[in-house]
């Protein structure tokens, strides 16, 4: 059975970091193509960062361009996204999921994507 798990959110006070953890069971990450998305109450989930089955090319949104950063190690089977100088407007549920790819590059559109995790809350607020 393929599984995502996030792990690693919380409440942390405006300018803190968090390290949340995205860890698959069931299959290997090694095909495929990692993002993570977050969801805001009231808002549509949206792409926050992505990162190729290679490691290599990885998008970032524009609202955590220079503040996020996505890694992954194929050897724990496991993606991370590193936030640094968390904002209120960081807030919300954040999801990893997966799609299979045979190419480079990754994706921030949700629809892409076909496997999900069942998400981590992040809470920014003094």
């Known amino acids: 059975q393929l599984q995502l798990v996030e792990s690693g959110g919380g409440l942390v006070q405006p300018g803190g970091s968090l390290r949340l953890s995205c860890a698959a069971s069931g299959f290997t990450l090694d095909y495929y193509a990692i993002g993570w998305f977050r969801q805001a109450p009231g808002k549509e989930r949206e792409g926050v960062s992505c990162?190729?089955?290679?490691?290599?090319?990885?998008n970032y949104a524009d609202s955590v361009k220079g503040r996020f950063t996505i890694s992954r190690d194929n050897a724990k089977n496991t993606v991370y996204l590193q936030m640094n100088s968390l904002k209120p407007e960081d807030t919300g549920v954040y999801y990893c999921?997966?799609?299979?790819?045979?190419?480079?590059?990754?994706?921030?559109?949700?629809?892409?994507?076909?496997?999900w995790g069942q998400g981590t809350q992040v809470t920014v607020s003094s």
């Open positions: 990162i190729s089955r290679s490691g290599g090319p990885r």
């Open positions: 999921a997966a799609v299979p790819t045979y190419g480079s590059g990754c994706s921030v559109s949700v629809p892409r994507y076909d496997y």
